[in-house]
């Protein structure tokens, strides 16, 4: 049965047209939803229901004018905690952080803004969103719908918590090593780290050029919506695309027949992969052969840049905590600190040399292996969603360092290619796996399509998580 919930981003467009539905129905919609979820998955750090309702008003009259702002006009939306929104507080998932009201909106909170979209309020994330885990001192433990004894993933932790329950259409997410697509994986919903620069950023991260934002969303469509809002330039990013986005919608049903794809299982590294995501993902790789595509297992053949991206990641968190005194830092998160002290000891020249040379390296390496295939695809993560309140899975196959477990994610933001993470199925115990499309620098669209046209063969969207109780 249909529900006002269960409506994406495009389906509802067409119902305020038809007049068949409000901007105010589905606000309030969305905002008792969130009164009934909350207090089992803790998705919010900000929820301001009388801004809500009053943007969801205006929507409404210019939908009663025939004065929309644009096909997203009256959507429901998120925004994570470290993205600037006016009026709004934003902590970045530090108890630390001042309680102000923010005084701009962030490029692509002003764009949604700009499209008449209505703010739900701010998701959660880990501190400084440092771990690919989704609790921080500030807002606590932030839990995953398919199991609340498991954990979303993060660092845009609420945002997919979001996403997963349909609390709002489209929730916006940054992505320093896997931080939209780590989520996506665990909570079951279509998360798109675009090429670094297509979505401009303001204030810049700390993180640099790893730092990519990007949609979480319940169907691919919605976020080609939210693309074309949020990718258009602002002058505050200096490296930020400065042309206008394509139109993600307009060929988002093209296929992907013809296409040249590459499965990489592990991407040549001796990664732990479990048995069920293992098989959930080759099987959904294989689905693209039945579209018409050329697939081939083929590693792209680089080494594991663990050091690179640890050395820009430290020297962020340090970055991040040059001010904080012994008596702040004893109040944050232990891991954050210990990475932050990390970062203190890197010497310059190895920052440099991580920053220009060894990026460049595997970023030349990636682009010359796209000259043979269009796409390259692996699982999202190698393991399915593991117990709340933990860095790394219990079972120590992993060992102490989140990074162990999201080998597959973080080489494309060094990188900086687009990469999606798709939901792929279920394991036994009924938590999502997910597979993910990489393509080369610049082409988002065809990400888009190809996660478009698995989409369509094999439909999530509407696979509801189901809030199983601890």
């Known amino acids: 049965m249909t529900t006002i919930a269960s409506l994406s981003a495009a389906e509802l ?49 210019r939908w009663l004018k025939g004065e929309a702002l644009g096909p997203l006009d009256g959507v429901p939306v998120t925004i994570k905690d470290n993205l600037g929104v006016a009026g709004w507080p934003m902590r970045r998932g530090s108890a630390l952080a001042s309680d102000a009201p923010y005084q701009q909106d962030a490029p692509a909170t002003a ?30 433990i932030t839990r995953n719908p398919w199991d609340v004894s498991t954990g979303p993933g993060g660092s845009s932790s609420g945002a997919a ?13 940054t992505d320093g090593a896997g931080s939209v697509r ?8 279509f998360g798109l780290k675009p090429t670094y620069g297509r979505v401009p950023a303001w204030p810049a991260s700390v993180m640099g050029f790893l730092a990519h934002l990007g949609p979480l969303t319940r169907t691919v469509r919605d976020s080609a919506l939210a693309m074309n809002a949020i990718g258009r330039p602002d002058a505050r990013d200096m490296t930020a695309f400065k042309d206008a986005p394509p139109d993600f919608t307009a060929e988002l049903d093209r296929g992907v027949r013809g296409l040249r794809i590459a499965w990489s299982p592990r991407l040549g590294g001796d990664v732990p992969v479990d048995p069920e995501i293992a098989a959930l993902t080759q099987a959904a790789a294989l689905t693209f052969r039945e579209l018409g595509a050329t697939v081939e297992e083929v590693d792209p053949g680089f080494d594991d840049p663990i050091a690179t991206l640890m050395t820009l990641w430290a020297a962020g968190a340090a970055l991040a905590l040059r001010s904080t005194d012994a008596a702040g830092r004893a109040q944050m998160d232990p891991g954050l600190v210990a990475v932050a002290e990390m970062g203190e000891r890197i010497d310059s020249a190895d920052y440099v040399d991580g920053l220009l040379y060894q990026r460049n390296a595997l970023a030349y390496q990636m682009a010359q292996f796209h000259e043979r295939f269009d796409l390259l695809l692996t699982p999202t993560l190698p393991l399915p969603a593991f117990a709340v309140g ?23 933001n060094i990188t900086q290619q687009p990469a999606a993470a798709v939901p792929c199925g279920l394991t036994s115990a009924g938590l999502p796996a997910s597979l993910q499309i990489v393509g080369a620098f610049g082409n988002d669209v065809l990400v888009m399509q190809a996660a478009a046209a698995f989409e369509a063969a094999r439909p999530f969207a509407r696979v509801d998580a189901p809030i199983k109780s601890i």
């Not at 918590?161 to 997410?173: E, T």
């Not at 780590?182 to 919903?189: H, L, N, W």
């Not at 989140?402 to 494309?412: D, E, G, I, Q, V």
Request: aromatic share 10%; with cysteine; proline share 7%.
């Open 390 to 412: 933990r860095n790394t899975p219990e079972h120590g196959s992993y060992g102490e360092d989140w990074t162990r477990w999201t080998p597959l994610t973080y080489p494309f």
């Open 161 to 173: 918590v979001a996403a997963a329950l349909n609390l709002g259409c489209i929730h916006l997410g």
């Open 111 to 140: 764009r949604l803004r700009e499209a008449g979209c209505v703010f739900l309020g701010k998701t959660t994330m880990p501190e400084y969103g440092w771990k690919g885990v989704g609790d921080s001192p500030f807002s606590g």
């Open 182 to 189: 780590i989520p996506a994986a665990f909570c079951g919903v």
């Open 13 to 61: 467009g067409d119902l305020y047209v038809a007049r068949e539905l409000s901007p105010v129905e589905v606000a309030r919609d969305a905002l008792a939803r969130i009164d009934r979820f909350e207090p089992e998955v803790n998705a919010f750090v900000v929820r301001d229901a009388p801004v809500t309702l009053a943007m969801a008003e205006a929507a409404q009259a």
